[in-house]
């Protein structure tokens, strides 16, 4: 499906088609997708600019609109005195799943794949097939160990839609601003699920670690998560719990 909404894209344009992204070393998504293109291509048919080159928007007087020369692009800035940064900065940094006994040659490769299937699932109320979606993202992202994956993601699939069987909404990957004091956390809820005047966060995490541990270094994230929430709805009652996905999968509410 990603890769059908990336064609309509690069097909429908008439006369220009404008694509941005960060320049990693290793390219994903539609980067990658059109790497050979972008690598290959003549300057007479692509043109390359990094942020520091892209022009400055000219301001126009209101209500009129023209496609006249000199238009700048004005990036948005955080206003000065404010810091900004994600939430996940707020845990200790460690890879939950790397450890000396794993399965796992990359946890978070393993963890980027097992997020994206577990979006894809939520997105059609828990409908879909695994393996086909592991094997999908795997091409996509990087292989990874599928027959360990295949059995937990299940495992997270059952215990899931039966947490979320009476919701009215399911929101995946439910981005957010949280302004505290003097700073901006960014964040990202991995599910977002409405129920009448309750609100429920589910935060994915694959490890093999012990509720304790883990809920002890994702509790600021958690904490984070709920408040973004309570702002947005205040009165509605607001738990966040987290899904540990390993050898077993357990559902751990934060205190």
């Known amino acids: 499906e990603l890769t059908n909404v990336f064609y309509v894209a690069m097909t429908r344009a008439r ?11 290793e390219p994903k998504g539609w980067l ?38 000199g238009v700048r692009y004005v990036p948005l800035k955080v206003p000065e005195g404010l810091k900004r940064k994600a939430v996940t900065s707020l845990c200790e940094k460690k890879l939950a799943i790397g450890n000396l006994k794993s399965e796992i040659a990359n946890p ?15 997105k ?18 990087g292989e990874v160990e599928i027959d ?18 009476d919701a009215s909404a399911l929101f995946t990957e439910h981005p957010f601003v949280l302004k505290r004091g003097d700073v901006l956390l960014d964040g990202t809820m991995d599910l977002f699920a409405q129920f009448s005047n309750v609100w429920k966060i589910f935060d994915y995490k694959f490890t093999n670690e012990s509720s304790e541990q883990v809920l002890e270094r994702y509790a600021p994230q958690l904490v984070a998560y709920k408040e973004a929430v309570q702002k947005l709805h205040p009165g509605a009652a607001v738990s966040a719990l987290l899904v540990l996905i390993g050898e077993s999968v357990r559902l751990v509410p934060a205190v």
Do not use: C
């Open 32 to 69: 990658k997708q059109s790497e050979g293109f972008l690598q290959s291509a003549s300057p007479e048919v692509l043109r390359k600019l990094s942020f520091s080159e892209m022009p400055e928007v000219r301001s126009q007087e209101s209500g009129i609109r023209s496609q006249g020369v």
């Open 148 to 165: 360990v994956l295949i059995p937990q993601l299940e495992a997270a699939r059952n215990l899931l839609r039966k947490e979320t069987a």
């Open 124 to 141: 059609n109320r828990w409908a879909g097939d695994i393996p086909d979606l592991v094997a999908l993202f795997s091409a996509e992202f």
């Open 15 to 25: 006369d220009l088609v404008v694509l941005s992204g960060a320049g990693t070393k």
């Open 108 to 122: 978070s490769l393993y963890g980027t794949v097992g997020h994206a299937v577990l979006e894809e699932l939520a």
